[in-house]
């Protein structure tokens, strides 16, 4: 799938097929996904049933499509940038910024509120979306594993911390408003500063510039696109 | 409500009322809330239909318990015992001890991977069980706003920092498995050293002991029953 943004309208007041999943990631996220039936959706995107049916074959494939396209993004806004970013504690901080950029976006948001939703995909979609969230899960863990490893840390387990990074980043979608007082951008700054000075704490130095890391490291990101 | 733990049985093979919000957690858990009929939680309860509805009037009202329930416990196992620490830095780090103990009890568990159904609730029901959610971020922001401000710490903010540990507590219920490689005391302990640590870092002092803050506090908890 595209993993471009969507567009909202093809100009002749036509819904794409990716109108329907941002339609539909929506209005799952606010009634709930067992609330919303396919006239719910097809009301909210201007179509008629049948006309919802051409696009999607059932609400679950509506649904996997939806997490599925999920994860795309993920690959290419966050993962895809990172393996440009050489330093360990650069990529580090770096997905801390791209994760956060791509899931407080309103719609992406409604889609991290779905996650949870798997349980009621078949069988065999459940677990193409579980393999590729614990992808995720793995790549995430061996950032900190690289991080700690270079700054030889001895007290922090690689795998948990993950955990608790993806826990911080992803419960966004519980308390997150886009007209909230807190920006984008104070919301980075935080929890970067919480998760890389909770790995690392801030006495330590990088053994080959003897300089404090957040000295080192700080004010600017890695060149990312 | 009491929060003694849940007698599982009566002896007679009865069910008490309290069995039955534990099973009815556990179905929805498994199956999706709204994949979840008052049948399954009947027969998984070992009861009719007829028998569950002496118990509760609605699949909602059941929920509704539940989620009430969850917030009972986290009160009486979190918020009360931390009344009892005076120590700033000592409570936050109990506040993770005592949330993480709760949480990740199987059932509990279960309750918040649940939270997120608040939206199928009545309005007048979400609205209290939102009301209780938020009393207990505010508490958890004002343990952390007191030790930055104990700390002198200037570039955190405790709402953020708040939600961020709330993520890293909350999330667990989507990863965790009792059975799983990691023991609670090892996630405990990481979680503590991450958090802690990000928000004050390691080379702080208290002002008063001029002491390391970790080799001042650890490695003893606070006495909490």
Known sequence: MSTKRLKRNDGNGQFTRNRVFEV??????RKGYDN?????????????????????TSKESLLYTILDYGLDLTESNVVKPLEEVSDPLGRLKTMIDLHLRLVLEERNLEVTGLLHECKTLSTADRTRINRRKKEYVRMTTTLIADVVKKYNVKDVNPKLAAFALLGMLNWTYQWY???????????VKNFQQ?????????????????QPIFTAFDPELPDVK
């Not at 539909?24 to 996220?29: G, I, P, Q, R, S």
């Not at 201007?46 to 919802?52: H, I, P, R, S």
């Open 24 to 29: 539909a990631a929506e209005v799952f996220h």
């Open 177 to 187: 408003k886009a007209s909230g007082s807190n920006s984008r951008e104070e919301i």
């Open 36 to 56: 919303t039936s396919m006239s719910d959706v097809a009301t909210a995107a201007g179509l008629t049933k049948a006309g919802l049916y051409h696009h999607v």
């Open 194 to 210: 919480i998760f890389l000075r909770g790995v690392l704490g801030d006495g330590r130095v990088d053994g080959t510039t003897q």
